[in-house]
């Protein structure tokens, strides 16, 4: 499963002719496998030893070009930061507001949800929606058991 949705991304990055440095396909096998939405830090801190040559520039250079394809997507929140997300299924987040934990929901719905979103923003707005990103918020079972406890 892994295998094959790494190759249709590394396929997708082919088809717009996007060469696939290792240091690339590092980054995104860690980013398919791995469903902590980690920021740059983490991705450098459990990735430099795999590859030693994988700088803090390497990464932010290959995520902003993940998120620029449209195959990663960047997860921005004032609890957890800039945290970053393979999106090769749609899907949306659930947010804890007390520790910043992210969440990934998966929804049969979400893609007709997200292009009628697209959809009444347009027509709202006359923008050109490029995409619909949906983020619920509130506190995760982790923070439900500590408030419970106080």
């Known amino acids: 499963m892994v295998e ?6 590394i396929n997708r990055l082919k088809d717009q002719h996007i060469r696939i440095t290792p240091q690339r396909k590092t980054i995104l096998n860690y980013l398919i ?11 450098f801190s459990d990735l430099s ?14 995520l902003n070009l993940l998120v620029s394809v449209g195959i990663v997507i960047e997860l921005s929140n004032e609890t957890a930061g800039i945290r970053y997300d393979y ?7 659930a947010i804890c507001d007390n ?16 292009s009628e979103l697209k959809q009444v923003a347009n027509e709202q707005t006359g923008y050109q929606i490029s995409t ?7 506190l995760c079972p982790d923070c439900q058991k500590l408030q419970r406890r106080n």
Do not use: W
């Open 99 to 114: 520790c910043g934990k992210i969440t990934d929901v998966f929804y049969d719905n979400f893609p007709k949800i997200q």
């Open 49 to 62: 030893a795999e590859q030693s040559n994988l700088s803090m520039a390497t990464i932010y250079n290959t």
């Open 87 to 93: 999106f090769g299924r749609p899907h949306f987040h």
């Open 4 to 9: 094959a949705t790494l190759d249709k991304a």
């Open 33 to 43: 496998t791995h469903h902590n939405h980690p920021t740059v830090e983490t991705l």
């Open 132 to 138: 619909a990103r949906v983020e619920v918020h509130g």
